[in-house]
């Protein structure tokens, strides 16, 4: 086994979706680069990720990406400790692109290679910002995203009970298809935040899916009752910024009932927001509101997809020994537990 290490620079690649992403971190906490090319306009055309044409595009850009981290870190392979990638979970044709670029480079260069699971990535963005130093265990996790809406206990580095999660669609999910039925740009999630900010939360009862037990969530109900309430107005009298706002309420009050219930449950001693939808500001402020424990959030550009936080959950794997083979093959449905 290579000697055990406390320090790391790693470059990590992201590329489970729709975000080439590539940056280097050192010792799991500082940002020295972090690229992300977005396709976001090469699929709004399509109203959604296009998977082929995501893998095409990954492809296209991939190398001056992470030719691009090396040069704003003002380092080179040399200089790098270990190299890090999402394995999944993903779209197998885009976790495929930045998995091969992983395994070559390693290879190349005699590196390490360390392949990291998505969503224990989200759970690390918490990492990068400057609240670190506060983090004990046991924390709670919530990660909200375009494909995961899942709850966490955290009990320690890398260890994690699931409490649960949606049992249909992803909050990002429900943002994104209220955000085409109301005609929105994709991804809807942004669009509506900015809409509801002006419209009356109170205009519309949306059902809420609270289920008695358990962790879990539903909103595809919830996105049902929106297309049908739509239904009753005229095309170009639907009062967008109401149905947003009536609509972002409901899915944070599903979001921060569960997960003040399971925060007094488990004892956790805070709450950490992570993905897509932790951007959101109807939801940071109303978690915060009403929850008793410390509430954290990354910033904006590490909510949604970036190689940065792939680069600090890579971290504490490096530094606990953990080498993988180079012959790692992507998983699309990896689970975190
Ligand atoms: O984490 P992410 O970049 O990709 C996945 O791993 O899925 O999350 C993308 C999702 C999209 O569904 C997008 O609509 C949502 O995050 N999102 C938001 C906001 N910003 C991004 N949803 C609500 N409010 C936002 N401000
Ligand atoms: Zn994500």
Redesign the pocket.
Known sequence: MSAIRQTSRILAIET??D?TAAAVVENGRTILSNIIASQIDLHAQYGGVFPEVASRKHVEVIHPVVEQALVEAHMGLDDIDCIAVTRGPGLVGSLLVGVNMAKGLALARHKPLLGVN?IEG?IYSLWLTDQVDEIEFPLLTLVV????TELYLMVDHGRYQHLGGTLDDAA??A??KV?RVLGLPF????A??RLAAAGNASAYKFPRAVMEDGFNFSFSGLKTAVARQIKHFDKARIPVEDVAASFQTAVVDALVTKTERAALAYGATAVHLA???S???ELRRTMTERLKVPVRYPSPIL???NAAMIGAAAHWHFINGRRDNLNIDVIPSLQLV
């Not at 991804?187 to 942004?190: L, M, T």
């Open positions: 489970s979706c975000e998505h989200h995203s375009g494909g995961h990002g999910e943002f994104d955000g991804p809807g999630g942004p509506i935040d993905g897509g939808v951007a959101n500001r909510c949604t997809d």
